[in-house]
């Protein structure tokens, strides 16, 4: 109970490094250049609190493993889907999920019908009840029926009360591994160190432990406990099983009874009459096991079989012998059946009820349900069963299940018939005590609703109707003297009839009501004319056309009386509308008759009598219809007819009533109109006769008479021209009219007024003639019309008369224009002629002008020319003195010119050199001198190797002093515990302080270190080591595969220290090539041997990956970082109001705690929620919403930033990403783009991006004093950000426990778009070749050879490996590595190499010093072994293809052709010969000048054994060297071997780009000499902090004098492989079977203070001992490493090794 009580967690504390906190200090982490994680700690800044906060959210962590384990090995039992991990603790509180887990393994003891709420409804609604703690009290009971250990038992409030969560978790642990050993259940998983947690959810946990206020149970130490606690006997369990099987080959039925029942081997339920079915059984259980095995493995040999692999184990025979005990049960249970059936038949057919019932009752047959009262039901039903069998085809005796089903029926026939009976003497009592007037319906429908009437129909609504018409039926039948009860048949029809009369009735009210409904709710017309059409209603005719009438009119009914109508009101409503409609069409025929009368063609004045009667029709109502307009009304009404119809296009379209109203309201005002009008023109007929001229203008500006153009000015003239114009018509023979007269109205219609009586009429009078004496109004407004006219046009005329004089000089200019154009296209059409004419005349007067000038020129001759001659000298002179001074004045624009034209013309060769694939001879020829190398070029190239070397130097040390500083962490953090004692500290110290002395020393000389000082031996052997360096640098495949044969622990180390340094960190573009390529073939090998699928790269942590993450965060890589993420991080960084709190939970408790904060009350929401308790909360919600989008604002501005970064992000990742996508296309070819692409993803940004956005600090992403330290909330918020960027950059929606945030997953989804163009476009670059300018030749043409710095450990180390897996590096024994590795002979030591180091000082041990040579540094010139040996070798024709080019750029430089094989066959000159050697012995002189000047640079022999030769010879040379060259189809002498000028011109043009890269690389390398410096000056202040420390603890001490220190005391432990298993230190051994781990020792011993020796024995071979440094340990441990590999088989779980020791070498229990 101990364990259970006072023990610590299963993989205990995580003993990081902590310093002492007696100053109060601050600790923070730094991340140096490399990766190496070590604590920074400010002066007088110590605080111990922060590494009590590390190992509790370490303990919280292994818990929820714990419980990840838990839920998932239950998840296996029950087979179904729990909770989250953080949620399953509250969900285990009810008991349910272990009451189902009990039925698991004990159904018998915890059936499914014993749980209390096992659907969990009762405790989702209401909470815990005390119920539910039956379920744990039975799942107790299950833990005692399987034989569990009570050590292990929880108790109630343990779990109900969640009073010790741990200590329940602890039991389904113990239960697991129990059950397992018994074969009952699988065994759990240990996810410890590969479930991932959030940290929320580890925040969370380790805030529910600390309210615990226990200690976490031994999860380690439960093997051992069972152990203990179980009573086998493994030993004598074995040998019993093992005489089982023996029994089995050799012995017989009474052996095996004596050997089963061997206490020993523990079997139950033997039975001795069942021995020979146990030895027949048993038999061939084992024979099967082993044939199964045979056809499994079959080259096995019985050496290499585990025993059990043929043997029976304990297990199968206990489950054979209760398969043959259940076997023999069943047949003898089958005889007893057989024989208690055939009774039963028999006593069907002849025996009595009491002698079927007795064999009916017979326990052998099984038969259940037999009910004594039922026996003549029985009887008679199984004798018809049995009756029916026999006459059809079938036969044969009823069976068990028959009689079973016949037994049944039976039943419920019986139970059925009784309660019929019942049923209906209820229902005439109930209507005795009726008509004893004792009770009323109700009691008579009670008794008809009873569930054995089988009345389906009975509706208590129709109560009343069962009563009266069962009375009546009952007092019938007492009346006609029967017995007068009723039979359940006639109550049936009874209330059949009621039904179907109480139906009828209420659906006659119902249809009512829904009419009286529908008009009062204002229903649509066609609702209420199916309720009217209703068959119980009957209300008259009712027309489907007049709905919305009806509709309308019961409205309006409705609304009046103020209720529901009844019946006969809705029926006089209906009569009432019908009426309306009968009227209403008796209107239409009418309308209808006017239509035809005055459709098109109807002869309207035939038949306009008819349409005055149709518009007087006592059904038209139709108002003013006048009989003297009846002409006019039907002349309107047929227009307007027409008109409908053409606007309608429907030439049968109908007049509406509202529109012959129109018309006839229309043609009654047209009517009277026309009188005013006819009477206004009498009038002014009237007014002119009288010649009154006021009167006449009066008359005219009537507004009846509508005259216009009136004009008071023209008075008279109107007057006068009216009496002419109505004088004239007399003079013209008018007669008189008798005074009618016709006018017109405005609409075109003809009106007849008399003038003298005052008639008026539509139609034409008799005898009228249509002319009048009178003026008409068309006349008198043409007269007024003319007379106005003229009058405007005199003013106007009189108004513009200068304008008009104008005008007219304007047509007089046009006519004289027009003739001088005619004029002038006269001259244009006869050009020509005119032309001629002028050149005739001008030629005749031109010619006599010549023979004047030439007569006189020849009478002056001698003076003529005398004059020209002096002039024209003058012009010259005067013109060459312009040009010259102009010259003087612009010397310098006239050199710029010069200048300007000759580098176009430069510019126009090269280009023509660069852009021609095949340039002439001639145009290389031009540009030779490119490539010489001048003394600023060699100058270049030694500060570039003096600062490679330094910057090597500086890298190593800053290392030293970054391992130092973290050793010096560690065992301060030891002491604080102490584990250690100050003397190790000091000693450690000290030590520290010797290597920073020696690194000033160095520092101080600056020396760039050399091989000369080595004897002869020793600088042949590092000759080998050149050679062997140059193979591993040059060729990938070799550290590809060293790099997997090694321990993954050893990569990390082996990078940094040797890879990186083969190919001096990839200071320039050949070493940074190289580097990749090597990273690109160790890539392949990976994911071709190692990958199985695609997420093994995102879940595991695979080497290369790791590795070209570490190489690309090195200085360029982390400035990119800060360019690119820094900005962003300083923003949130100052971002001081915001919170991002992603969980529901923590949200609420912010919530809980302001509040608190503000009022100073405690708040009385509880504080222990859920996620989904916490979101019912507004303000949780809102605050959420919130978060969500400022969230979304910085996810974006960093999404923003990252998808600009394409061109900042350093080639060497996106090329290795490049290469990841072919390979996984390459390896899955059918697995979609988007999970490649994911994939690639997981590099970019998860690995490289993420980490910077998580902790910016430690990568040096953003600047952090000790003032400023980052606080939780910004940690937390970065968290956030970087939470939702990698949920993007995955397509990872949120769900679960992350559902606060599923509002994003749109925004996830829009993201992820971006992610994936951006990572499809990162992993698309150019080739490495391309990128960096490397070929074939590279190697071959260097000025230079290439030079490492590396110390001579490193170079043993090498060796070392190289030799011991050299034969997977190198398969072939021919292989080149395999030769130099032969050539180099065994691995030196330090001391061989170095030829020997100093003696050791009195008290200075040996092998520091030897430790202090070994980091002594050397330059390894890199040779290739190969160059040049063997004629055949690819090699060896690059090497002669670039000597050949170089002599050719000799004889090139001093003798020109037109290309490169006239070149050769052309003799050269003396003077050519003589050039040549002049350049020779230039060249000499300047490599003499470069030999004295540096011992470090050489050019390479290659380049310099055949360019001494004479011009001739030299040609000679090449031209057989281009003969060997053709026959390796390199070159062509068809083409005049091209091939070699055009890899010249290449030359040419790489060499400008050479050098400026070489000027890069030396600026970058000052950098970066800088910037160590730099770091170097940060390690030496933080060294300065902790000797502060150490001197303020040794003063201390002082005071304190020697109490309290320890010797270190030798101690050794010894453990079985067996028992570290059941502690879980051990995890699995390669090639050794769990049950044979007993013959599996190890020893632990130590042998220094934080130095342990393990040594093994596997099946009593002793294996190779491994040297273990406690501080190595607490390494693996602090960078989460939690598994690791010994002895190359052994897998062990770091955490519990360092528990194992704390606890056995120091004490400690964690």
Not at 190 to 217: C, H, R, V, W
Not at 480 to 493: A, H
Not at 497 to 516: P, Q, T
Not at 1361 to 1373: G, R
Request: glycine share 4%; charged share 25%.
């Amino acid at each position: 109970m101990s364990d259970l009580s006072n023990g610590g967690s299963g993989a205990e504390a995580p003993h990081l490094p902590v310093v002492p906190a007696e100053h109060g200090g601050a600790k923070h982490e730094h991340q140096t250049d490399h990766g190496v994680k070590h604590i920074k700690i400010e002066k007088y800044d110590y605080d111990g609190n922060r590494i009590d906060e590390k190992r509790k959210e370490h303990i919280a962590y292994e818990y929820l493993c714990h419980l990840e384990e838990a839920k998932k090995w239950i998840e296996t039992c029950v087979k179904e889907e729990l909770p989250p991990t953080t949620e399953l603790e509250q969900a285990l509180r009810n008991g349910v999920i272990l009451s189902k887990l009990g039925h698991f393994y004990a159904p018998d003891i915890m059936p499914l019908k014993k749980i209390y709420d096992m659907d969990e409804s009762k405790y989702r609604a209401k909470g815990l009840h005390f119920k539910h703690t039956d379920n744990f009290n039975f799942w107790l009971e299950t833990l005692k029926f399987v034989g569990m250990p009570k050590i292990f038992y929880p108790i109630t409030t343990d779990l109900y009360d969640r009073k010790n969560m741990p200590r329940v978790i602890y039991c389904i642990h113990a239960l697991s591994l129990y059950l397992h050993k018994l074969g009952q259940a699988p065994l759990i998983e240990d996810l410890l160190g590969t479930a991932i947690f959030t940290e929320e959810e580890i925040s969370a946990m380790k805030t529910e432990l600390d309210k615990y206020g226990i200690q976490m149970p031994h999860f380690g130490k439960i093997g051992g406990i069972l152990a203990n606690e179980m009573p086998v006997d493994e030993v004598a369990l074995h040998a019993a099983v093992m005489a089982i099987n023996d029994v089995l080959d050799k012995g017989g039925q009474l052996e095996l009874m004596v050997a089963l029942k061997n206490a020993a081997a523990h079997l139950i339920k033997l039975d001795p009459a069942n021995a020979a079915r146990y030895h027949e059984a048993l038999r061939e259980a084992k024979a099967r096991k082993a044939a199964r095995k045979a056809e499994q493995n079959p080259g096995t040999g019985d050496e290499d079989r585990d025993v059990y692999d043929i043997m029976l184990t304990q297990a199968d025979i206990q489950d054979i012998v209760n398969e043959v005990n259940t076997t023999v049960k069943k047949e003898i249970s089958a005889v007893k059946l057989r024989e208690g059936l055939s009774s039963i038949n028999q006593e069907i057919q002849s025996g009595s009820l009491e002698s079927l019932l007795k064999a009916l009752l017979l326990e052998d047959v099984h038969l259940t349900g037999v009910i004594p009262e039922n026996i003549q039901w029985y009887k008679d039903i199984l004798l018809k069963s049995t009756k029916d069998k026999a006459e059809s085809m079938v036969g044969g005796s009823l069976t068990r299940d028959e009689i079973q089903d016949i037994l049944a029926i039976a039943n419920e026939v019986a139970e059925h018939t009784r309660a019929v009976v019942q049923a209906v003497l209820s229902v005439n009592k109930a209507l005795k005590q009726v008509s004893e007037a004792e009770a009323s319906a109700v009691a008579v429908l009670q008794a008809l609703l009873s569930d054995n009437l089988d009345l389906a129909d009975v509706i208590p609504a129709n109560g009343q109707y069962y009563y009266d018409e069962l009375l009546r039926a009952k007092k019938a039948k007492e009346t006609s003297q029967e017995i007068g009860v009723l039979t359940e048949e006639e109550i049936q029809q009874i209330v059949h009839r009621m039904n179907e009369k109480a139906e009828h009735d209420r659906n006659v009210a119902m249809a009512v009501e829904k009419i009286s409904l529908s008009a009062e709710q204002r229903g649509s017309p066609e609702e209420v004319l199916h309720a009217l059409h209703s068959s119980f209603v009957s209300v008259g005719l009712v027309d489907d056309s007049c709905a919305a009438l009806y509709s309308t009119a019961l409205q309006k009914a409705v609304e009046e009386k103020g209720r529901s109508l009844s019946q006969e009101e809705v029926k006089a409503v209906v009569e009432q509308v019908n009426e309306q409609v009968r009227l209403q069409n008796l209107l239409q025929a009418a309308i209808m008759d006017i239509n035809a009368a005055v459709r098109p063609d109807a002869d309207v004045a035939a038949d306009r009598a008819g349409v005055l009667r149709a518009l007087k029709s006592q059904y038209a109502h139709f108002e003013s219809v006048q009989d003297s307009n009846a002409p006019h009304y039907a002349a309107l009404l047929k227009a307007a007819r027409a008109a409908k119809a053409e606007k309608c296009g429907d030439p049968n379209v109908q007049l509406t009533e509202q529109e012959i109203q129109a018309v006839i309201n229309k043609a009654n005002v047209q009517t009277q109109e026309a009188i005013e009008l006819a009477r206004a023109v009498a009038s002014i007929n009237s007014k002119v006769e009288s010649g009154d001229v006021a009167a006449v203008l009066e008359a005219l500006k009537a507004a009846v008479a509508n005259v216009r153009s009136i004009s008071d000015e023209c008075a008279e003239a109107y007057c006068k021209k009216l009496a002419e114009a109505k004088a004239k018509k007399i003079q013209d023979g008018v007669l008189d009219s008798g005074g009618w007269t016709e006018h017109r109205t405005r609409d075109g219609y003809v009106f007849y007024y008399n003038v003298v009586t005052g008639e008026s009429q539509w139609e034409k009078p008799e005898g009228f003639s249509g002319q009048s004496r009178e003026l008409t109004k068309d006349e008198i407004q043409a007269v007024v019309i003319k007379t106005t006219a003229d009058y405007d046009r005199w003013t106007l005329l009189k108004a513009n008369e200068p304008t008009i004089v104008q005008m007219q000089s304007y047509w007089r200019g046009v006519m004289v224009r027009k003739e001088y154009q005619k004029k002038r296209q006269f001259l244009k059409e006869h050009e020509k002629e005119i032309v001629k004419i002028q050149a005739v005349w001008k030629g005749h007067k031109a010619h006599k002008s010549y023979k004047q000038r030439l007569e006189y020129l020849n009478q002056k001759k001698d003076q003529t020319v005398l004059i020209q001659s002096v002039f024209k000298m003058h012009r010259a002179r005067k013109a060459y003195q312009e040009r010259h001074q102009f010259f003087k004045s612009h010397v310098a624009d006239i050199v710029k010119l010069q200048s300007f034209w000759r580098a176009k013309k430069a510019k126009q060769d090269y280009k023509q050199l660069v852009e021609v694939i095949q340039p002439a001879t001639s145009a290389v020829r031009k540009f030779l001198s490119l490539l010489e190398q001048s003394d600023i070029d060699f100058s270049e190239e030694l500060e570039c190797q003096r600062l490679k070397a330094l910057v090597v130097q500086q890298i190593r040390a800053n290392q030293q002093l970054e391992q130092d500083l973290y050793t010096m962490d560690i065992k301060i953090g030891l002491l604080v515990k102490n584990t250690i004692s100050l003397e190790d500290v000091v000693s450690h110290s000290r030590q520290v302080n010797k290597n920073r002395t020696k690194g000033a020393k160095a520092d101080g000389q600056d020396l760039v270190p050399s091989t000369g000082g080595f004897s002869k031996q020793t600088q042949a052997k590092i000759e080998g080591y050149q050679h062997l360096f140059y193979m591993l640098q040059t060729k990938p495949h070799y550290f590809a595969r060293l790099i997997f044969e090694m321990p993954q622990s050893k990569t990390n180390r082996f990078m940094e220290n040797v890879i990186l340094t083969v190919f001096n960190y990839a200071h320039n573009n050949r070493e940074q090539y190289l580097l990749l390529k090597m990273f690109e073939t160790a890539l392949n090998e990976e994911i071709n041997n190692k990958v199985d699928k695609l997420a093994d790269i995102i879940t595991g942590n695979p080497t290369v990956i790791k590795m070209v993450v570490h190489f690309t965060r090195g200085v360029r890589g982390q400035n990119t970082l800060r360019d690119l993420l820094g900005p962003l991080i300083q923003e949130v960084l100052a971002t001081k109001d915001v919170v991002l709190l992603t969980s529901a939970v923590d949200v609420y408790k912010a919530w809980i705690n302001h509040m608190e904060t503000v009022t100073g009350e405690p708040s009385k929401l509880p504080y222990d929620v859920s996620n989904d308790q916490a979101l019912e909360y507004e303000e949780v919600r809102t605050r959420i919403a919130s978060t969500v989008t400022a969230l979304t604002d910085f996810s974006n501005r960093f999404l923003v930033s990252i998808m600009e970064s394409l061109t900042k992000i350093p080639y060497g990742i996106k090329f290795i990403a490049m290469k990841l996508r072919l390979a996984l296309h390459e390896k899955f070819p059918e697995a979609p783009e988007d999970d490649i692409i994911k994939v690639v993803g997981n590099l970019l940004y998860y690995r490289y991006m993420n980490p910077a956005i998580v902790a910016p600090d430690a990568f040096d992403i953003v600047d952090v004093g000790m003032d400023n330290q980052l606080t939780p909330d910004q940690r937390r918020n970065l968290g956030a950000i970087a939470k939702v960027l990698q949920a993007a950059a995955a397509c990872k929606i949120f769900e679960g426990e992350n559902a606060a945030l599923s509002c994003m997953n749109s925004y996830i989804h829009e993201a992820w778009g971006k992610f994936r163009d951006f990572f499809s476009k990162a992993s698309t670059v150019e080739t490495a070749e391309e990128k960096f300018g490397i070929d074939e030749y590279s190697d071959v043409i260097m000025l230079t050879k290439p030079v490492i710095y590396i110390s001579v450990k490193e170079v043993v180390s090498t060796h070392s490996l190289l030799l011991e897996h050299e034969d997977a590096i190198s398969p072939k024994t021919d292989d080149p590595l395999r030769i130099i590795l032969k050539e180099l002979g065994v691995c030196p030591t330090v001391e061989s190499l170095l030829g020997g180091v100093r003696d050791a000082a009195p008290g200075e041990d040996p092998q520091d010093i030897i430790n202090e040579a070994g980091k002594q540094e050397i330059p390894l010139t890199l040779t290739n072994r190969f160059e040049g040996v063997g004629g055949d070798d690819s090699s060896s024709m690059k090497t002669l293809f670039v000597r050949t080019k170089r002599m050719v750029v000799d004889v090139l430089r001093v003798q020109p052709g037109e290309n490169l094989t006239s070149v050769l066959y052309t003799p050269a000159t003396p003077e050519q010969e003589e050039e040549h050697q002049t350049f020779i012995r230039k060249r000499e002189q300047l490599e003499q000048d470069k030999v004295h000047r540096s011992t470090t640079i050489r050019r390479s022999e290659s380049m310099s054994g055949d360019r001494n030769l004479p011009l001739e010879g030299m040609k000679r040379k090449i031209m057989r060297n281009l003969r060997t060259l053709e026959q390796e189809n390199m070159v062509n002498s068809k083409d005049d071997y091209q091939e070699i000028v055009n890899a010249i011109a290449k030359d040419i043009r790489n060499q400008h780009r050479y050098r400026q890269q070489r000027k890069q690389e030396l600026t970058r390398l000052q950098e970066t000499l800088e910037k160590l410096k730099t770091k170097a000056k940060f390690c030496e202040e933080q060294m300065e902090c902790y000797n502060v420390y150490v001197k303020s603890c040794l003063d201390r001490l002082g005071k304190m004098g020697s109490k309290g220190r320890t010797e270190f005391k030798r101690q050794t432990v010894k453990y079985t492989a067996q028992k570290l298993f059941e502690k879980k230190v051990i995890r699995d051994i390669e090639g050794l079977p769990q049950h044979q781990f007993r013959s599996a020792t190890f020893e632990i011993t130590s042998t220094d203070i934080g130095k342990f020796e393990i040594s093994g024995k596997f099946l009593g071979i002793e294996v190779q001992r491994v040297e273990l440094v406690f501080q190595d340990l607490l390494q693996l441990q602090y960078e989460g490493l939690a598994i690791m590999k010994m002895f190359g088989r052994v897998t062990v779980n770091v955490n519990l090794l360092i528990h194992l020791i704390n606890q056995k070498f120091y004490g400690r229990e964690g």
